[in-house]
């Protein structure tokens, strides 16, 4: 059966990380449904407008990973909805993934106590709004069992594939760069 990615996107979504993540996850055949937060219609952070699959208050499904893209004020947007917060506490208490990128970690999660005393990252700009309860890596990906946290634009393509190792495999993530001639 495939996995489950719900990505979420709010108004100020930043671009690259949240359409490198959808393209690389469903080009590794898994089940991606995008879901916007208060409209179908979100324009991102460089004003491109994406039509997502449905709004978040329509999705009844439980994911295996919910996948949180950073962007101003995407992540603000997204800290500030109920159905996200609430969809964040299920996939976390059931122990599914949650993969955060950018500003991501520092303001949907952080705040949420998720990182306490785990190892992430998050754009440097945001690294003193979650040192005091994380235990801050400067890498492009840090995994610390169910949550992946990555740095930003530049390192989208790192963070889909490595939800597609986790999801589907290695030999499928290895499929995937080498057919997007992606080269570490």
Known sequence: MKKKVLVLLAEGFEEIEAVTSIDILRRAGLDVTVAGVGNVIVKGSRDIVLKTDIEIGS????????????????????????????????????????????????????????????????????????????KFVDEKVVVDGNIITSKGPGTAFDFALELVEKLAGKSVKEKVRKKTLYEK
Request: glycine share 8%; proline share 8%; net charge positive.
């Open 59 to 134: 999705y009844k499904g439980s994911p295996d990973v919910l996948v949180l893209p950073g962007g101003m004020p995407g992540v603000k947007n997204l800290s500030l909805s109920k159905k996200v917060n609430e969809l964040i506490d299920k996939v976390y208490k059931n122990g599914k993934i949650i993969a955060a990128i950018c500003a991501a970690p520092a303001y949907v999660l952080a705040p949420k106590d998720i990182l306490k005393g785990r190892k992430a990252t998050c754009y440097p700009d945001c690294r003193d709004m979650m040192e005091d309860k994380t």
